[in-house]
């Protein structure tokens, strides 16, 4: 795996054990990173598009082990995994558990017909497209 991307560092905070990591997303990773930061959860972002904030990250390419290794995901107590390619997620979910084994890895379906898939490589899935069109149908 190579990356695609300079990795930098937002060296404004230090990462702590346990932390939780989005890895991907854009909008919608730093939107989860937020949220967990909110709850009080120590968190951090890797993705191409990481841009410094208030939650901690680096920018740089989720499925390059070196990043994910500088960006110290071995300490990761879950990894929401939220990349727009469901192949990506697949692929950076199995990186995550196989080589840091971390303990929780929670994988993006965007298509709902890949939920199996994911369930069945042992990790927690959520389907963006039933989220979405759950919440669209509650609105009305």
């Known amino acids: 795996m190579t990356s695609h991307s300079t990795l930098t560092a937002d060296p404004s905070t230090d990462r702590e054990d346990g932390a939780y990591y989005v890895l991907g997303g854009r909008q919608l990773g730093a939107a989860v990173a937020r949220r967990l930061g909110a709850e009080g959860q120590a968190?951090?972002?890797v993705d191409e598009s990481y841009e410094r904030s208030e939650t901690p990250g680096f920018r740089g390419d989720p499925t390059d082990v070196?990043?994910?290794e500088a960006?110290?995901?071995g300490n990761a107590s879950a990894v929401v995994v939220a990349?727009?390619?469901d192949s990506r997620n697949l692929l950076i979910a199995q990186v995550v558990?196989?080589?840091f084994e971390v303990p929780k890895v929670v994988v993006l379906a965007n298509d709902p017909d890949r939920l199996d898939t994911f369930?069945?490589?042992g990790h927690s899935?959520?389907?963006a497209t039933a989220a979405?069109?759950?919440?669209l149908s509650e609105a009305l």
Not at 132 to 135: E, G, I, M, W
């Open 132 to 135: 979405l069109s759950d919440a």
């Open 97 to 99: 558990r196989t080589r």
């Open 119 to 121: 369930t069945e490589a």
């Open 66 to 68: 070196r990043t994910l």
């Open 71 to 73: 960006a110290g995901i």
């Open 83 to 85: 990349t727009d390619s």
């Open 43 to 45: 968190v951090c972002v």
């Open 125 to 127: 899935s959520v389907c």
